[in-house]
């Protein structure tokens, strides 16, 4: 029997997709990277999951999990062939209320969530930028984060716990409704695992009540360096607001040509900070937060009054790589974070690279969370500015670990940054990720050679060579 | 083999509340503790990981042939106030800490009144603040861990950044994981800032509490409901006036109930006043609601089975905390996906060694 012909006497004809056409669709997420897929299969619930991945295990062959596959380090382009599981069938919403939580489907996407929670008066609190089309089974494979994660910790935080297709096919709950379940957190191994570890078939999620309040400034700088310094400031301040972000101008005057948000573009930066609570609570602590923007020099300080305002600033900021498209036809995202003290030498060194290379760079990021995201607009068909835009990635990289930051704030490892994993980890830290991996997916099949180096994996340690397990992709 | 048995013990010490039948050490460095899980592992030697001795009554642990505290790996590494991180051993003392941290303002959100228990033991137990409900669980405060495996490698996990997705999170694996995968011997935390005002309001019953969204607790004990409040003076002052209830300056939590048995239940946050009524007559509790955690005590474990078989058909857990394991299983229902934990300890600690008994479904 072949792959195609066991995987559709289960999941039948159609959800078992082969057209060229098809397959190329699915070859890659929104990052850079092409694989070539065998298949594309959209089961509807665990069970279906479950026979997929026996199948997989059965032809040796590798399972790919994707949501909308707006991920960008690759964690869903199909780089080693075999299947594509999509998760969008799964999609059932079921909230609870009482206990604020909801069972999702993974392939329910994130703004949708909030959109059915808000008429019980309740939100889903990570918001990535894509939270139009990504789905919560992505989230919940990047634990992603977002602008509003500042105050409420990225989607590990929220999820409370889910249904998970392990090795085998077997079919587990981890968590629930009650707090701390008894036994090894395996749930929080998962999260952000980039579905290397298993498929997550569906999520239960803590829902947050909405705040009765909310203040939303958008602060205006004559220097990138003065708003990062606001930042920092507004931290050591004590206050902890529920998203900072930080545009810098040429974000702002693409992100207002675009949308006429009636953003101030001649400023060098722009702040937006936005504080929620009970209403006696956001106005002090918004007049605290324009207090130390004035001492570090803001031109104006614009406190959003009303519900559209603040819908409209709130839109130019996720909009703000969308807006991209009018400066260049490519662009290269980048994710990497630092210490927030470290946030304003680490700005001007990113600047500093990109005028080395002479690369048009704009930055958009979560600056409360020191998590950067650099962008650089270039023509991709062009291989020379190519090989400028990878290097000038690699010294940011460098100098963001150098502040004592990390790989990766938000948006994975996956392929992107797999190799660079060597700089942020020991061999024994690598060695100790690998055996979790092989723990879980002894026979290798779900999503291989994602997140570790090649050769993670130290097998003389102890002067132990140990055995491979049947059928292991090395 | 770099070390000598004489180098093991150098580190004797007399911990007085630990078993007394095993040998007693306290590491010095971290190669220390290497040192001695390598010699312990080579001779199938358990070793009982000894923080401040709070949270020693969880579980069914074999009479150790070691016990190692941790007391002397307690160093501050950095504290970062203006990022609001810390680096710190595990063997630290949380009253230490947060007596430092006050000093600018800050908090590690962890229990309140925590007395010998050190930052490593509260992780290891998985025990958490009352301020949970507003402010997360243990386990969204802890940023990288380094631990020693049972075998004796060190694994770092993590960063020393509030917000980061580089590589496998073994550091959350780690919370509540009773030392099965390693002995936790430094972490970074993230540290929440504490604002000027504060408030302790004792209303009358739950519905008078819901006045306020998201207070930063409201508890119950035996009876009683408070609300915890904290912001600017001028927001705790009005949101005092609407809850309408007595009201002191400050925040005055209570201490857990003790007695011969404690315990830890946990429910889904709707069904916790269900369970207060369902408690066995006479069992003091401190109720944190919205989170559906109860802490309660008691002097002997009758009643307990009926209270396990309703929560657990609930969607809960019983879990006891304090007692004696022979007259009562610790923990109830084995958890899900026992093959993948016991497989993923066998790594960590191929031996067994560490901390054997504490876990549930016998790993």
Redesign the interface.
Known sequence: MTLVTDLRAVLGAEDVMVEPVELHLYSKDASLMRGQPTCVVFPRDAGEVAEVVRIAEAHHVPIVARGAGTGLAAGASPTEGGIVLVTMAMSDIEI?P????AWVGAGVINLDLSKVAIAHGLYFAPDPSSQSACTIGGNVA??S?GPH?LSE??T??HVLGMEVV?AGG?I???G???????????K??I???EGTLGIVTRALVRL??I??DVRTLLMDFPSVEDAARTV?DV??A???PAALELMDQRMVQAVENWLQAGLPTEAAAVLLAEVV??T??VE??ARLIAEIAKQNRAGSVEIAGSVEHRALLWKARKSAFGAIAQLAPDYYLHDA?????RLVETMKAVYDVADRYDLTMLNVF?AG???LHPLIAFDASDPEINARVHQAGEEIVALCLEA??????????GIE?RDL?RF???E??????A??????DPRGVFNPTK??PEGSRCFD??GVRRELPDGVWV | MTYHPAHISWLQVEIPAAPASAFQVAPKTVRDVENILRYCSERDLVVQVWGGGSHSGFGSPPEPDFVMSMERLDDVETWEPDDLTIVVGAGARIETIEGMLAERNQTLVMPERPGAATIGGVIAAGISSLRRGRLYSTRERVLETSMVTGDGRVVRSGGRVVKNVTGYDLHRLAVGAFGSLGVIVSVCLKLWPTPPGSATVLVDDLDHAAAIVRPLATLEVDGQVMVYLQGTEAEVETQTERLGGKATTGLDWPSNPTGAWEWSLRMPPARTTEALARLPEGWPYLAVHGVGEVRLASDSHHGAEELRSWAESAGGHLVMSQGDPTLFDPWGAPPPALQVQRRLIAEFDPKRILNPGRLPGGL
């Open positions: 609870d009482e206990n604020r939580t990047n634990n984060g994660c910790g990225s590990t935080s392990l077997e587990v709950v981890l629930g409704k009650a707090p701390d379940p008894p036994g090894l957190d395996l929080g191994a999260v952000g695992s947050l009540p705040d009765p920092s931290i050591s004590g206050l902890v609570g009970e006696d609570g002090p602590q974070v630092v210490p927030r003290t979560h969370d020191g998590n004592g930051g990390a790989l990766s704030g938000e948006h994975g490892i940054k994993m942020n980890f020991s024994l830290d690598l060695d100790a990720q055996r979790l991996k092989e723990v879980f997140i570790l340690f102890g």
